[in-house]
């Protein structure tokens, strides 16, 4: 399982770098999602499967499952949220400022200056 998640990570974070490297701002902020996505899954992964009960101690339990990479990747979510909830916000503002979504155009020319 834990082979199938690598290679899963690894497209994730292919289609991340794929998307960032583009010009189109939308895409750049859908690439840094994905590379989050991938980050959690990578944490997720880390943590193991190995653990067979949920994390509460009782008599008897020896095998379960750690609940610091759980938690790592709930506030890990809570915090991409909060920034592509900025970001969008940005690129809206950006939109209707410069009337393009397009990197190269944004930068501008020197000859403006």
């Given at each position: 399982?834990?082979?199938?998640?690598?290679?899963?990570?690894?497209?994730?974070?292919?289609?991340?770098?794929?998307?960032?490297?583009?010009?189109?701002?939308?895409?750049?902020?859908?690439?840094?999602?994905?590379?989050?996505h991938?980050?959690?899954?990578?944490?997720?992964?880390?943590?193991?499967?190995?653990?067979?009960?949920?994390?509460?101690?009782?008599?008897?339990?020896?095998?379960?499952?750690?609940?610091?990479?759980?938690?790592?990747?709930?506030?890990?979510?809570?915090?991409?949220?909060?920034v592509?909830?900025?970001?969008?916000?940005?690129?809206?503002?950006?939109?209707?400022?410069?009337?393009?979504?397009?990197?190269?155009?944004?930068?501008?020319?020197?000859?403006?200056?």
């Open positions: 399982m834990e082979i199938v998640m690598a290679f899963v990570c690894g497209f994730l974070f292919m289609a991340a770098i794929y998307l960032i490297l583009s010009r189109s701002l939308l895409r750049i902020i859908i690439g840094t999602g994905l590379l989050s991938g980050a959690h899954l990578l944490i997720l992964t880390m943590g193991s499967f190995k653990g067979s009960a949920p994390p509460v101690l009782s008599e008897g339990v020896t095998d379960f499952v750690d609940p610091l990479p759980q938690a790592l990747i709930l506030t890990a979510i809570v915090i991409s949220f909060g592509t909830a900025f970001f969008l916000v940005l690129a809206y503002r950006a939109y209707h400022e410069l009337k393009t979504d397009d990197m190269t155009l944004m930068k501008g020319s020197e000859d403006n200056e």
